[in-house]
């Protein structure tokens, strides 16, 4: 654990070390380069002219040039033809990007750190729920499909044949499985424009709603996690809990079967039953892929401020600050994205430790 | 005996869940295709199948990008652990779990950025010299996963008896790893992985052109990158096409109208989430078949 955090921090550090450091270059370089291009007329740029454009005031700084640098009115009129083009471009620049340029500053950080905040109570949120939604979803499918396996061994013995109401409804079952994979699978900007008209889709209760279900986030992570159950359930030790009488039969209504209920708890128990130590078993390995969740999920958070542009958001703002190239908050940014998923790491390299004591009979 | 031939044949190609979804996945683009060529006028035609094929073409050179990188990564591993080289085993650790704890799409954001720029500049010049470069950057940030997978076999296959029995013999170290247990034990494993990655690729891929196209496109030339499904999707008349869906939620008599007058935008959208789910079948079909 003591290697993890000191990988951990090393990491942050180095990171740190190197945005600030191309920052720096970009600053230096940047500085340089206005510099050079105003080598030439560095000594005239103070000289006071209200209105570049107004003729009388061209003719008088020549008239000027040529009374104190005299023969050598070629290069008089290069420099003055340099100095108003300079001054021109300055005065664009600044029209142009006067509310677009922004520098850090303390309401600046302010803003950033309110983002900051309303990104994380999102990002905690949402992977609240997907870590409840995974293993709901994929406990309901492991039973699900143990039920539909007795239920054939039942169907086989009677010899029943399915009856054209139950045909219908696994008809419609089907369809409305298929079409809520297809929502499952939608990238969030595809779901989001095509209800945009019909639903206000910049409100942080919709981020969240999108943030679980779209994005593939939920299905993939739930087929994982039955994937982790599928192969507990393979292993030896089962029949070993079967010998020592533990419950075993996966209908609802069985007494010796599992509550239906027990599936849809936010803690989940399944005492008695041999599930409960496939669940836990998986659960342990599904602990380990939190880490790569929650990259996966702040990669859906992203592309999902970004591409739906909602205003006042941390990564809009990161997107709107790249596009007018203030490249110090850009960095602010990204750093506190690393962080947010860095310590995101610490406390699964956490987790996992103190679950692997409990398993090793070291805690 | 030849029909039951034939029933056995269909009835294993019905039950491997892998192939069923491949064949579903190319017959339902062959249709769209052909509705699109009936249907949608053809300028938005010719840029939905240059955005397919890029789309698709950069994701299969993110698949070969990824197989490689990951390759000689797990390789540098093995070596460094092997010599004892303990430097060379933390920094290339260290490097990795850096890569991990960038969110991909902040790494590929700020590649395409950069690529975008070496293009403007005409460093970088037509689709032979992009595509990889776009591949590379996207692969980066998506060899941790099979680099991991890799690993586990190595390390599975290393407490096995076959592995020091075959170093008893006399066979080399790379013969044991590259061949004996990458290859010729750990080939489906990774085949797999590699579907993943061709999904996540795409996906990547299409969320990356959209969110340049809608939040940078002032600042990136829209020509310096290639036409691809993501950037299609973000085009105003596409974007119209998918805003109908909403109105046709509470309006179903609208419905019709989307697969004649709203056929660009739908067409995207729908090859996008069809392809991503299809290969999420093909990849958990496959899994299964396997017993991976």
């Given at each position: 654990?003591?290697?993890?955090?000191?990988?951990?921090?090393?990491?942050?550090?180095?990171?740190?070390?190197?945005?600030?450091?191309?920052?720096?270059?970009?600053?230096?370089?940047?500085?340089?380069?206005?510099e050079?291009?105003?080598?030439s007329?560095?000594?005239f740029?103070?000289v006071?002219i209200?209105?570049?454009?107004?003729p009388?005031?061209?003719?008088?700084?020549?008239?000027?040039?040529?009374?104190?640098?005299p023969?050598?009115?070629?290069?008089?009129?290069?420099?003055i033809?340099?100095?108003?083009?300079?001054k021109?471009?300055?005065?664009?620049?600044?029209?142009?990007?006067?509310?677009?340029?922004?520098h850090?500053?303390?309401?600046?950080?302010?803003?950033?750190?309110?983002?900051?905040?309303?990104?994380l109570?999102?990002y905690?949120i949402?992977?609240?729920?997907?870590?409840y939604?995974?293993?709901?979803i994929?406990?309901?499918?492991?039973?699900?499909?143990?039920?539909?396996?007795?239920?054939?061994?039942?169907?086989?013995?009677?010899?029943e044949?399915?009856?054209?109401?139950?045909?219908?409804?696994?008809?419609?079952?089907s369809?409305?499985?298929?079409?809520?994979?297809?929502?499952?699978?939608s990238?969030?900007?595809?779901i989001a424009?095509?209800?945009?008209t019909?639903?206000n889709?910049?409100?942080?209760?919709?981020?969240?709603?999108?943030?679980?279900?779209?994005?593939?986030?939920?299905?993939?992570?739930?087929n994982?996690?039955?994937?982790f159950?599928?192969?507990?359930?393979r292993?030896?030790?089962?029949?070993?809990?079967?010998?020592?009488?533990?419950?075993?039969?996966y209908?609802?209504?069985?007494t010796?079967?599992i509550?239906?209920?027990?599936?849809?708890k936010?803690r989940?128990?399944f005492?008695?039953?041999?599930f409960?130590?496939?669940?836990?078993?998986?659960r342990?390995?599904?602990?380990?892929?939190?880490k790569?969740?929650?990259?996966?999920?702040?990669?859906?958070l992203?592309?999902?401020e970004?591409?739906?542009?909602?205003?006042?958001?941390?990564?809009y703002?990161?997107?709107?600050?790249?596009l007018?190239?203030?490249?110090?908050?850009?960095i602010?940014?990204?750093?506190?994205?690393?962080?947010?998923?860095?310590?995101?790491?610490?406390?699964?390299?956490?987790?996992?430790y103190?679950?692997?004591?409990?398993?090793?009979?070291?805690? | 005996?030849?029909t039951?031939?034939?029933?056995?044949?269909?009835?294993?190609?019905?039950?491997?869940?892998?192939?069923?979804?491949?064949?579903i996945?190319?017959?339902?683009?062959?249709?769209?295709?052909?509705?699109?060529?009936?249907?949608?006028?053809?300028?938005?035609l010719e840029?939905v199948?240059?955005g397919?094929?890029?789309t698709?073409?950069?994701?299969?050179?993110?698949?070969?990008?990824?197989?490689v990188?990951s390759?000689?990564?797990?390789?540098?591993?093995?070596?460094?652990?092997?010599?004892?080289?303990?430097a060379?085993?933390?920094?290339?650790?260290?490097?990795?779990?850096?890569?991990?704890?960038i969110?991909q799409i902040?790494g590929?954001?700020?590649?395409?950025v950069?690529?975008?720029?070496?293009?403007?500049?005409?460093?970088?010049?037509?689709?032979?010299?992009v595509?990889?470069?776009?591949?590379?950057?996207?692969?980066?940030?998506?060899?941790?996963?099979?680099?991991d997978l890799?690993?586990?076999?190595?390390?599975?296959?290393?407490k096995?008896?076959?592995?020091?029995?075959?170093?008893?013999?006399?066979?080399?170290?790379?013969?044991i790893?590259?061949?004996?247990?990458?290859?010729?034990?750990?080939?489906?494993h990774?085949?797999?992985?590699?579907?993943?990655?061709?999904?996540?690729a795409?996906?990547?891929?299409?969320?990356?052109?959209?969110?340049i196209s809608?939040?940078?496109?002032?600042?990136?030339?829209?020509?310096?990158?290639?036409?691809?499904?993501?950037?299609?999707?973000?085009?105003?008349?596409s974007?119209?096409?998918?805003?109908?869906?909403?109105?046709?939620?509470f309006n179903?008599?609208y419905l019709?109208?989307?697969?004649?007058?709203h056929?660009?935008?739908?067409t995207?959208?729908?090859?996008?989430?069809?392809?991503?789910?299809?290969?999420?079948?093909?990849?958990?079909?496959?899994?299964?078949?396997?017993?991976?």
């Amino acid at each position: 654990m003591k290697n993890k955090i000191i990988e951990h921090i090393s990491g942050i550090i180095f990171v740190t070390l190197l945005l600030f450091g191309f920052l720096s270059f970009y600053n230096t370089s940047r500085a340089r380069e206005q510099e050079r291009q105003s080598s030439s007329i560095r000594q005239f740029i103070e000289v006071p002219i209200s209105n570049i454009n107004d003729p009388f005031q061209r003719a008088l700084l020549k008239d000027v040039m040529n009374v104190f640098y005299p023969d050598q009115a070629d290069k008089n009129n290069q420099i003055i033809n340099e100095l108003l083009s300079t001054k021109e471009n300055e005065f664009n620049k600044k029209l142009q990007k006067s509310h677009l340029e922004e520098h850090l500053s303390i309401s600046k950080l302010q803003d950033l750190l309110w983002m900051l905040v309303k990104f994380l109570f999102t990002y905690i949120i949402v992977m609240l729920l997907t870590w409840y939604g995974v293993q709901t979803i994929a406990v309901w499918r492991f039973i699900s499909k143990k039920q539909a396996l007795e239920r054939k061994l039942q169907l086989a013995f009677k010899k029943e044949k399915l009856s054209f109401g139950k045909k219908t409804g696994s008809i419609f079952n089907s369809i409305f499985k298929s079409i809520v994979y297809f929502i499952l699978f939608s990238p969030a900007y595809v779901i989001a424009y095509s209800i945009r008209t019909e639903f206000n889709t910049d409100s942080l209760f919709f981020m969240i709603i999108l943030g679980v279900i779209s994005n593939g986030l939920l299905i993939m992570y739930s087929n994982k996690f039955y994937a982790f159950l599928i192969s507990e359930s393979r292993k030896g030790y089962l029949d070993t809990a079967l010998v020592k009488n533990l419950n075993s039969s996966y209908l609802y209504n069985s007494t010796s079967g599992i509550p239906y209920s027990s599936i849809f708890k936010f803690r989940k128990n399944f005492k008695g039953h041999v599930f409960q130590h496939i669940f836990q078993n998986a659960r342990f390995q599904y602990l380990s892929t939190i880490k790569e969740q929650a990259c996966f999920l702040i990669t859906g958070l992203i592309i999902i401020e970004m591409a739906l542009n909602i205003h006042g958001y941390l990564n809009y703002e990161m997107l709107r600050q790249m596009l007018y190239k203030n490249y110090d908050v850009v960095i602010v940014i990204i750093l506190s994205i690393f962080y947010t998923v860095k310590i995101t790491e610490m406390l699964t390299d956490f987790l996992v430790y103190r679950e692997s004591l409990k398993y090793e009979n070291r805690s | 005996m030849r029909t039951d031939r034939k029933n056995t044949f269909l009835q294993s190609f019905l039950s491997s869940k892998d192939q069923l979804w491949t064949v579903i996945w190319i017959i339902t683009i062959a249709i769209v295709g052909i509705w699109d060529l009936l249907f949608l006028n053809r300028p938005a035609l010719e840029k939905v199948i240059t955005g397919f094929i890029n789309t698709f073409s950069i994701s299969l050179l993110v698949v070969c990008f990824t197989l490689v990188l990951s390759w000689l990564i797990t390789l540098g591993f093995h070596f460094f652990e092997q010599k004892h080289n303990h430097a060379g085993y933390v920094a290339l650790t260290f490097f990795l779990n850096l890569l991990r704890s960038i969110p991909q799409i902040v790494g590929i954001l700020f590649g395409y950025v950069g690529i975008a720029a070496l293009v403007d500049k005409g460093i970088l010049t037509g689709n032979l010299a992009v595509f990889p470069c776009l591949a590379f950057c996207m692969s980066l940030f998506i060899i941790a996963e099979v680099v991991d997978l890799m690993r586990e076999r190595i390390e599975h296959f290393k407490k096995l008896d076959f592995y020091s029995a075959m170093r008893v013999c006399g066979i080399s170290e790379s013969r044991i790893v590259n061949f004996d247990i990458l290859w010729k034990n750990s080939r489906l494993h990774i085949f797999n992985k590699l579907i993943a990655v061709f999904g996540s690729a795409v996906f990547l891929q299409c969320s990356v052109d959209f969110i340049i196209s809608v939040g940078l496109s002032t600042d990136i030339n829209p020509v310096s990158l290639p036409v691809t499904l993501g950037s299609l999707l973000a085009k105003i008349d596409s974007k119209q096409d998918i805003l109908a869906i909403g109105n046709t939620l509470f309006n179903p008599s609208y419905l019709p109208n989307l697969l004649f007058q709203h056929l660009q935008g739908i067409t995207v959208a729908f090859l996008i989430v069809f392809s991503l789910f299809c290969i999420n079948n093909i990849s958990n079909g496959y899994a299964e078949r396997h017993r991976l």
